[in-house]
């Protein structure tokens, strides 16, 4: 039986600009874990919360399905036949309450299907080699997200991602140098508290009108891009000057009302700004809209209190988060 487990991630900052290749962002890793157990078997079978595959793949659990092809695809380009199995996907990423947190939950399913489907066959490969397996599943479902996702659940703890410049397109890509790419971990001087403000959000809308200003009005994109991507390589360089989150999140807001979104909702401003009123630093881990805030903290404070203030406006205090 192979077992392996892999967090969900926050983002300390880095939002937006990671979009284009080349910019830095910082995530965190998560206490929020998704397990997936395999073994061999005469007939292949995967159980999970979401569904249950039996005698093949049949598109109802289409992340589950495409990291298997993939990695079926990456052991036959390296001489090992694959074999049926039964494997077991269990979640603490929405709480069991069909919460989405933002904790990059389809992304963590990629990775931990692909890396216990090599382990099985003894293909041992490097996390960057893993990385690289998951952009490309991504890649082929249509479903690409920035990388940060990917690179937090499998590096763990505080990380600083650089984006990748090229997609890949075919599997002998997954065994080149790509540029630009860089995962390192950065050494962690705070705690970080969570809010849930209740409401899960899709990122897409955002994006897509982010992605239209990029074509329309390009200088002024391609200035607050830069600008953000400085901050977040200020905090790459002084990971303890936590003042830079802060810059982060004015940022974000000159970014919000340029480009006409509304990132903070009225339930992430009080969720940020009642922390900032007890001392922590604060800004949404996200695209915004929804999902989760994060105060951020390097000296001891009073987390009852915040929980309270926060319990005010429906925001939910998520528990030992780290």
Known sequence: MIH???????????????????????LISVNRYLDVQVKKADTLQVTSAHGTLKQGLNGTLPYVEDAIKVAQEYLIYHHITPHNFEMDIESELDAGKNKKYGFGSSGVVIVGVIDALLKLHNLKVEPETLFKLAVYTQVKMNKI??????????????????????????????????????????????EVEVGYTGSGFDSHDFLSKVKKLKETDPVHYQYYIDKGNQI?????????????????RDWMLEFASW??????????????ETALKLGYVSKVSGAGGGDCGIAIYNE?????LLESRWATQKIERIENIQ
């Open 145 to 190: 997200s920035s990388g940060g996702d990917l690179a937090c659940s499998i590096y763990g703890g505080l990380v600083h991602y650089r984006r990748y410049k090229e997609l890949p397109s075919k599997i002998e890509d997954i065994d080149t140098p790509w540029a630009y790419l860089e995962i390192n971990p950065l050494q962690q001087s705070f």
């Open 4 to 26: 392996v487990r892999y967090p969900g991630k926050l983002y300390i900052m880095g939002e937006y600009v990671i979009m284009e290749p080349g910019n830095h962002a910082v």
């Open 259 to 272: 480009a006409d979104i509304q990132i903070e909702s009225h339930t992430l401003t009080h969720l940020i």
């Open 300 to 304: 001891t404070k009073d987390h009852a």
């Open 232 to 248: 977040v390589k200020n905090f790459i360089q002084n990971p303890r000057e936590i003042s830079y989150i802060q810059d982060y």
